[in-house]
């Protein structure tokens, strides 16, 4: 594969420093940033008090504080809920959207200077913020956004607005516990107890999996079905590839049973994710994890 980069214009960029901020982030969101190494990147998301994704994003260490690449739609409601919590911590927020922007890198390539490895799957590659008037590394061929999302549909990795919905998806649903996004081990954050209680429990019944079929999926927010009851939402589309937010109960017994699964009225295989360890609740007892 060649090295392609590409900038994401639906991305944005805040920071957050000051001597109180690892502090500051490690009681708030999900990743654990206590020890993060410099120029390195977690996974993480704020939620609602009741266990919702508010936003997710890559948090990165980087001289000292940590910049935070999120949807670029919701930088100012991100910046005022931080800006909420500070109370008396000793941060500085800062919106770095006009001064700053995100790239994504993938395929052969190498880390350039600056750059950070995703760390929700090996092969997203890097992801890179620099000054809006920098210069771009050279050596890759030149892409867009588009290019980079048939990337990422073709791994399987959610996208936060499209995939799932802000404020109503709890991060099992959004499989962010399986992509590195949630730190069950540290210590509480804000919504922490109801996501422990769904991962003790096991009782997360929305799962995004993969779709394809033999011809171009519909749109996203289609309706998926499983043996004709309601299963799930259609998210990312790339050809006949895409990504669903679905009941898995639902398309395990249709699966089972050899019930058509549709997106839109369209016939779609769907499929667990490779990365993914949950399975279809009708193979549990069997222990697949795939389709």
Same mark, same amino acid.
């Not at 392609?4 to 805040?14: D, N, Y």
């Not at 959610?158 to 995939?163: E, F, L, R, Y």
């Not at 107890?193 to 289609?222: K, Y």
């Not at 990365?275 to 007892?285: C, G, V, Y």
């Given at each position: 594969?060649?090295?392609?980069?590409?900038?994401?214009?639906?991305?944005?960029?805040?920071?957050?420093?000051?001597?109180?901020?690892?502090?500051?982030?490690?009681?708030?969101?999900?990743?654990?940033?206590?020890?993060?190494?410099? &120029?390195?990147?977690?996974?993480?998301?704020?939620?609602?008090?009741?266990?919702?994704?508010?936003?997710?994003?890559?948090?990165?260490?980087?001289?000292?504080?940590?910049?935070?690449?999120?949807?670029?739609?919701?930088?100012?409601?991100?910046?005022?809920?931080?800006?909420?919590? @500070?109370?008396?911590? @000793?941060?500085?927020?800062?919106?770095?959207?006009?001064?700053?922007?995100?790239?994504?890198?993938?395929?052969?390539?190498?880390?350039?200077?600056?750059?950070?490895? !995703?760390?929700?799957?090996?092969?997203?590659?890097?992801?890179?913020?620099?000054?809006?008037?920098?210069?771009?590394?050279?050596?890759?061929?030149?892409?867009?956004?588009?290019?980079? !999302?048939?990337?990422? =549909?073709?791994?399987?990795?959610?996208? &936060?607005?499209?995939?799932?919905?802000?404020?109503?998806?709890?991060?099992?649903?959004?499989?962010?516990?399986?992509?590195?996004?949630?730190?069950?081990?540290?210590?509480?954050?804000?919504?922490?107890?109801?996501? /422990?209680?769904?991962?003790?429990?096991?009782?997360?019944?929305?799962?995004?999996?993969?779709?394809?079929?033999?011809?171009?999926? $519909?749109?996203?927010? /289609?309706?998926?079905?499983?043996?004709?009851?309601?299963?799930?939402?259609?998210? /990312?589309?790339?050809?006949?590839?895409?990504?669903?937010?679905?009941?898995?109960?639902?398309?395990?017994?249709?699966? @089972?049973?050899?019930?058509?699964?549709?997106?839109?009225? =369209?016939?779609?295989? $769907?499929?667990?994710?490779?990365?993914?360890?949950?399975?279809? $609740?009708? !193979?549990?007892?069997? &222990?697949?994890?795939?389709?």
């Amino acid at each position: 594969m060649t090295a392609c980069i590409a900038p994401l214009p639906s991305r944005a960029v805040v920071g957050i420093g000051g001597e109180g901020a690892e502090h500051f982030l490690q009681g708030l969101i999900t990743c654990d940033v206590a020890g993060l190494e410099e &120029g390195a990147a977690r996974y993480g998301g704020l939620l609602t008090p009741q266990g919702k994704i508010l936003f997710d994003f890559l948090v990165e260490r980087r001289e000292g504080a940590f910049r935070f690449d999120l949807p670029a739609a919701l930088v100012a409601d991100f910046v005022k809920r931080m800006t909420l919590y @500070k109370l008396r911590a @000793k941060v500085e927020i800062a919106n770095l959207s006009e001064t700053h922007q995100v790239l994504a890198i993938w395929g052969e390539a190498e880390m350039p200077d600056g750059a950070f490895a !995703d760390p929700r799957h090996v092969d997203l590659g890097f992801r890179l913020i620099l000054p809006r008037e920098a210069t771009p590394p050279a050596g890759f061929i030149e892409t867009d956004e588009a290019a980079w !999302d048939t990337h990422r =549909i073709a791994l399987a990795v959610p996208a &936060g607005g499209i995939d799932f919905e802000y404020g109503q998806t709890f991060p099992h649903d959004a499989d962010m516990d399986q992509l590195a996004g949630v730190a069950f081990d540290k210590g509480c954050y804000v919504g922490q107890e109801v996501v /422990s209680r769904m991962r003790h429990r096991g009782t997360a019944r929305r799962r995004i999996v993969e779709v394809s079929a033999e011809s171009d999926l $519909p749109q996203t927010g /289609s309706e998926i079905t499983a043996a004709g009851k309601a299963a799930g939402t259609l998210g /990312s589309v790339a050809g006949r590839r895409g990504l669903a937010l679905v009941r898995i109960d639902r398309i395990g017994t249709a699966l @089972k049973e050899g019930a058509p699964v549709t997106a839109g009225g =369209i016939a779609v295989t $769907p499929k667990i994710p490779d990365w993914a360890q949950f399975a279809w $609740p009708a !193979d549990a007892e069997a &222990g697949e994890a795939g389709a």
